[in-house]
C-alpha cells in the first residue's frame, strides 16, 4: 500500500533563505530527528543515512540512499529516498518536491 502525504507551509523568512537552507542538504538532515550519520554517497546530490524509528519496545533502522536533483532558476528540488531495514520487513520508497 502507497501512502501519499501532502503538507505545505508558508515560512515567514525571506525565499533566499530558505533556498539556501535547502542546497545544504547536511543542514536539512540536521533539522530530522530520526536521521543520523548522513554522509556523500558518490555522485555529486547522493547521499547516504541511518533513519532510526521506534515505538515503545519496537525500534527498526533503515538504511537510505537519497538523490537530491535541483533547478536553481526554477527554484524547484526533487529528492527520491529508498531503503531497507536489514531484515527485509520495512521498505522506504518516497519523493519529496520543494
Do not use: Y
Not at 525565499?15 to 545544504?24: C, E, I, S
Not at 533539522?31 to 521506534?54: H, M
Amino acid at each position: 500500500m502507497l501512502l501519499d502525504i501532502t503538507k505545505s507551509v508558508t515560512l515567514q523568512v525571506p525565499a533566499d533563505r530558505v533556498w539556501a537552507l535547502l542546497q545544504d542538504p547536511p543542514a536539512v538532515a540536521g533539522c530530522l530527528p530520526n536521521v543520523k550519520d548522513f554522509r556523500p554517497a558518490g555522485d555529486a546530490g547522493k547521499w547516504a543515512t541511518l533513519l532510526v524509528e521506534k515505538l515503545g519496545p519496537f525500534a527498526v533502522q533503515v538504511a537510505l540512499t537519497i538523490e537530491v536533483t535541483e533547478d536553481p532558476v526554477a527554484r524547484k528540488m526533487t529528492a527520491r529516498v529508498a531503503g531497507d531495514d536489514k531484515g527485509g520487513a520495512a521498505r522506504e520508497i518516497g519523493r519529496a518536491h520543494v
